[in-house]
Nanobody, 130 residues
Framework: QVQLVESGGGSVQAGGSLRLSCAAS????????MGWFRQAPGKEREGVAA???????NYADSVKGRFTISKDNAENALYLQMNNLKPEDTAMYYC????????????????????????WGQGTLVNVSS
């Protein structure tokens, strides 16, 4: 069982930055693959970024070059550095995780695109004003 707790959301103006954090329970954190997803009001959930257990990262096209995902195995933490935020980034952001085998880059992309994670946090709200 994995418990995930997000933090770091808030309100910023367009062009600003936020850093989201996700604290994970469990002592085999290094075998987790993890990701960030978001859901805006009236819209479907979408993948933002993901990292495999081996550090392979994937990003949604809409955030490439602006967001950076990182995983700290020593701290059992996942981060999402968000720069140059835009109003369309406004959403509830969720941390997700699951136990994953070693996988190829294409397999890691597949997991991200399908959102195949069994564990989800409660979310942290990001609001970007113009």
């Amino acid at each position: 069982q994995v418990q995930l707790v997000e933090s770091g959301g808030g309100s910023v103006q367009a062009g600003g930055s936020l850093r989201l954090s996700c604290a994970a329970s469990g002592n085999t954190y290094s075998t987790l693959c993890m990701g960030w997803f978001r859901q805006a009001p009236g819209k479907e959930r979408e993948g933002v970024a993901a990292v495999s257990r081996d550090g392979v990262t994937n990003y949604a096209d809409s955030v490439k070059g602006r967001f950076t995902i990182s995983k700290d195995n020593a701290e059992n933490a996942l981060y999402l550095q968000m720069n140059n935020l835009k109003p369309e980034d406004t959403a509830m952001y969720y941390c997700a995780a699951d136990w994953c085998p070693v996988m190829t880059a294409s397999q890691a992309l597949g997991v991200f695109l399908r959102g195949e994670y069994n564990y989800w946090g409660q979310g942290t709200l990001v609001n970007v004003s113009s």
